[in-house]
């Protein structure tokens, strides 16, 4: 049923730190891996000696942004679907196909009932919903379902694809509903944010926004710190010979 | 948006076909014998043919008979409703008057309903998206497809007088519905701020992938935008001005056809403009508007 359920009990969904992440793709390729291996159609690739092009649930876009003082930073980001609260794409959805669980909040398609009409593709605001072009039937994050509770894995791997590889940590996984969880926690920490806030879905996956860089955060060096300080200081403060001529024939010129 | 030949077609001819019916159910006119015959399979060739176009837009096909029930949610089920209630209905009332000479009245009065019903939930599917901020005028883009409906079934049905306004209507409309939908895009604040959360100019560093993908095929669609002021033009012209003047100067079965033919050339043509010039919000992830947004 596509009306969207009244409140869910918990909102599971990841907090992305935009601070950490370093753009790698790692979290692409175990999310490609484990979706294609796993619940649902494969996720097809097109082409792939030619113009190749396939279906990803999570694609991580790079941006660099110059703020009004200090220095300009590079932010990789990852965006996957968000889970939202208002969820455009669900009751968009003329088959009952797309829905959101009352349990989680985890937004799902049956593929078994979608058409591939891929209206919630357009409903959605942040490109979190693909058709796969070889089984015509809406693709999207599962927020690992088949992972997180999935007692045939060991404890520590039931986590989302994605968080699980995370090689810096970028990806967090939890309960955002309850205010006590590591991720709430992170969240008003680190003033975690929404995607789009403009266009109400209320998502519940959260982003936090990249330290500021507009300082050298490191020490100023005193020289005692480092052994070979002494041995790489400038012998000769002024120019002698050859070099003294030129300097001052160039101050002439 | 991506222009896809089978929605732009099934939104022109499928809008036309409806618009017919409703002025066949109005009784406006009330044919009988083979005259109504004639009428009702142009309007079912119309309605229908447009129906099967957007059927072949699905990606999975099979599943399309599960499409009725999410109504209480879905303006698009809630077409696929109105449609076959409309056809059904429509379908009945037209048996009275092509095999029995009689008009059912009251029948025709709810298939024409059904009929404009249609249309306006159509309009509802793409009125209802807050990504695409042009479709997302209200009341601009229903009335847009209602008064484009029924200029074409007005002009079909050989209401010349009605014609003449209504595709008059439809035009001022049209243009209504472009320059407001100039603006729509900045008027609904999403930027690549709000759409990352980060601060101060931006750009787009990398994208996700060097190839193409399903969303910068169907959504990121780069229409040749120096061409889209002629397009407007001639869109205007053909759906419009030309059939309007085509029935007052030649009232000749020769010029309603030619002013029908011209009227779907421009209503198509709108249509193309409709989906081409539509922009989705997630084209800013793939660096659409940083020359504004950077400026
Ligand atoms: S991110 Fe997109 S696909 Fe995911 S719940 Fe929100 S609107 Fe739906
Ligand atoms: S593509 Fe599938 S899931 Fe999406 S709206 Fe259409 S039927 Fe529903
Ligand atoms: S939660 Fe699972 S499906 Fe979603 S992006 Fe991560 S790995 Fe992919």
Redesign the interface.
């Known amino acids: 049923?596509?009306?969207l359920p009244k409140s869910t009990d918990k909102k599971l969904g990841l907090v992305i730190d935009?601070d950490t992440c370093v753009?790698c793709h790692a979290c692409?390729t175990a999310c490609k891996g484990w979706n294609t291996q796993n619940y649902g159609a494969p996720l097809s690739d097109m082409d792939p000696y030619g113009?190749?092009?396939?279906?990803?649930l999570n694609?991580?876009?790079?941006?660099?942004?110059?703020?009004?003082t200090g220095l300009a930073?590079?932010?990789h980001?990852p965006?996957s679907c968000l889970h939202c609260d208002d969820a455009?794409c669900v009751?968009?959805?003329?088959?009952?196909?797309s829905y959101k669980r009352a349990e989680d909040g985890i937004v799902l398609v049956n593929e078994?009932?979608?058409?591939?009409?891929?209206?919630c593709?357009?409903?959605?605001?942040?490109?979190a919903r693909?058709?796969d072009?070889a089984?015509?039937?809406m693709k999207k994050c599962t927020l690992c379902v088949d992972r997180i509770y999935n007692e045939n894995l060991p404890e520590v791997d039931r986590q989302p694809a994605c968080v699980r590889t995370c090689p810096a940590g970028a990806r967090h996984f939890g309960d955002l509903a309850d205010p006590t969880s590591d991720v709430s926690i992170l969240v008003a920490e680190r003033g975690g944010?929404?995607?789009?806030?403009?266009?109400?879905t209320a998502p519940v996956n959260k982003?936090l926004?990249?330290r500021p860089k507009d300082q050298i955060q490191a020490p100023v060096m005193g020289g005692d710190e480092d052994i070979l300080a002494p041995y790489l200081a400038p012998v000769a403060e002024e120019p002698k010979g050859l070099l003294a001529w030129v300097d001052r024939a160039l101050e002439k010129l | 948006?991506h222009p896809a030949p089978s929605v732009i077609i099934f939104s022109s001819l499928s809008g036309a076909g409806f618009g017919l019916l409703f002025f066949l159910g109005l009784g406006m006119p009330a044919p009988s014998g083979w005259v109504a015959f004639v009428f009702y399979v142009i309007a079912y060739a119309l309605a229908v043919g447009g129906l099967l176009s957007a059927f072949f837009?699905?990606?999975?096909?099979?599943?399309?008979v599960?499409?009725?029930?999410?109504w209480?949610?879905?303006?698009?089920?809630r077409e696929?409703w109105a449609a076959v209630a409309a056809l059904v209905v429509m379908g009945l009332y037209a048996f009275g008057q092509v095999f029995l000479g009689t008009t059912w009245t009251a029948l025709g009065w709810l298939g024409a309903a059904l009929s404009i019903g249609t249309v306006f939930t159509t309009s509802m599917?793409y009125a209802?998206?807050?990504?695409?901020p042009r479709w997302n005028q209200l009341p601009a883009t229903p009335l847009m497809f209602l008064s484009c409906s029924l200029a074409g079934g007005a002009l079909l049905s050989g209401n010349v007088t009605l014609a003449v306004v209504l595709l008059l209507v439809a035009g001022g409309v049209t243009l209504w519905h472009w320059s407001a939908g100039d603006t729509r895009f900045a008027e609904?604040?999403?930027t690549?701020n709000?759409?990352?959360?980060?601060?101060?100019?931006?750009?787009?560093?990398?994208?996700?992938?060097t190839?193409?993908?399903?969303?910068t095929r169907?959504?990121v669609y780069q229409v040749a935008r120096k061409h889209a002021v002629k397009l407007r033009v001639i869109a205007i012209a053909l759906m419009s001005l030309l059939p309007a003047l085509l029935i007052l100067v030649l009232p000749t079965h020769i010029g309603a056809v030619l002013a029908v033919i011209s009227h779907i050339a421009g209503i198509l043509t709108q249509r193309w403009l409709f989906f081409a010039e539509a922009e989705?919000?997630?084209g800013l992830?793939?660096g659409a508007h940083l020359g504004k947004a950077a400026a």
């Open positions: 049923m596509t009306a935009l753009g692409v113009k190749p092009e396939g279906t990803f694609r991580i876009h790079a941006f660099q942004s110059q703020p009004e930073q590079t932010t980001f965006k455009p009751t968009v959805c003329p088959t009952g196909a078994d009932a979608c058409m591939g009409c891929g209206l593709a357009w409903a959605c605001p942040y490109g693909e058709i072009q089984q015509g039937v944010m929404d995607l789009m806030p403009e266009q109400g982003y926004p990249p | 948006m837009h699905l990606a999975n096909p099979k599943n399309a599960k499409s009725y029930s999410q209480r949610t879905s303006w698009l089920s696929a599917i209802q998206l807050k990504t695409i609904a604040g999403s690549l709000t759409a990352t959360g980060l601060k101060g100019k931006m750009g787009l560093w990398e994208k996700p992938h190839g193409e993908n399903y969303l169907e959504m989705h919000v997630v992830y793939y």
